[in-house]
């Protein structure tokens, strides 16, 4: 089963990822980790990948593609997978081919993204600093609307409250993608 998890930043894909990764045994995987990971390597890809997402913007979708395509034609994931952050812009949708089975929304307000943010446990981000934060969830509306739209229109989308706690909000995505807790 091929899955695909949109949500704003702190919306808590990354926590509903892993557990649906965990009940349903399909790998997880995030672009924004991947970013991550790439953005500590000393290399001109990596320092240009740290610049970027450090100012809250997005990797340009030729080079997101490229890395994404290249991440799931590994074996792993052959199977099936559950995407989070990606596609992130209609280029983005419209260049990758893979058919996907659901597209989950998960739904929450700026005003409480930006609470769990300030309040996020843990790690801290290098990318998180407040202009950041607040850049990217203003160009998350602009490039989602027509992602959301597209996916609505082939039937695919699920749009879940994230507002919910944990446990409702996984008992919601398994009984909408047919599988039981
Ligand atoms: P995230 O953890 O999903 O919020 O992603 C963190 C950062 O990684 C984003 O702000 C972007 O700079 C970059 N990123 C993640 N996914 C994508 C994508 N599909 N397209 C472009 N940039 C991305």
């Given at each position: 089963m091929k899955i695909i998890l949109i949500g704003?930043?702190?919306?808590g894909k990354s926590t509903q990822g892993n557990l649906l990764s965990k009940k349903i045994n399909i790998p997880y995987l995030s672009t924004g980790h991947i970013f991550r990971e790439l953005a500590k390597e000393h290399t001109k890809l990596g320092r240009y990948i740290k610049e970027v997402m450090n100012a809250g913007y997005l990797i340009p979708d030729k080079k997101t593609l490229a890395i994404v395509e290249e991440y799931l034609s590994?074996?792993?994931y052959q199977k099936g997978y559950i995407l989070d952050?990606?596609?992130?812009t209609l280029v983005q949708v419209e260049a990758f081919k893979n058919d996907i089975d659901k597209v989950i929304y998960l739904r929450v307000s700026d005003k409480e993204a930006l609470w769990r943010l300030s309040y996020r446990n843990g790690e801290v981000r290098e990318d998180d600093t407040l202009s950041a934060i607040k850049k990217r969830i203003e160009l998350f509306h602009k490039l989602i609307e027509p992602v959301l739209s597209c996916y609505r229109e082939k039937g695919k989308l699920i749009e879940i409250d994230?507002?919910?706690?944990i446990e409702e909000i996984n008992r919601e995505i398994m009984h909408n993608i047919g599988k039981h807790s």
């Open positions: 704003i930043q702190g919306a590994r074996s792993r952050g990606f596609p992130r994230g507002e919910k706690s």
